[in-house]
């Protein structure tokens, strides 16, 4: 799942992950993200920390009161050095390298 407001830098990233190989679930806002984490439990989330309508901290915070979500990997991307994030959630910053970003989805994937 790639959580990112920003439709091109959404768009492509799921571009690049999409011809790796891999299926992915766009999500326009943190609503959208919880939406469909309500539903469904994705091998990993791709967060943007810096949203329009909910920070990716705030999306964190959610995630981490559902009891079906925890383990769920989550990998932060954000244009800043994220300030301080819970517990050990990785983080790329953007704007990310396609290597790194497919380093990143192959190691933190479940």
Do not use: C, N, W
């Amino acid at each position: 799942m790639v959580v990112d407001d920003d439709a091109v830098a959404r768009g492509v990233t799921q571009q690049v992950l999409e011809q790796a190989g891999y299926e992915v679930i766009p999500a326009e806002s943190g609503a959208d993200a919880l939406a469909f984490l309500a539903r469904e439990r994705p091998s990993l989330v791709l967060l943007d920390l810096k949203m329009a309508d909910m920070d990716g901290y705030e999306v964190l915070s959610m995630i981490e009161l559902q009891p079906a979500l925890q383990g769920v990997p989550i990998v932060v991307l954000s244009g800043q050095p994220p300030s301080s994030m819970p517990g050990s959630v990785p983080s790329l910053r953007k704007p990310v390298r396609m290597e790194e970003l497919l380093a990143a989805v192959r190691e933190h994937a479940a």
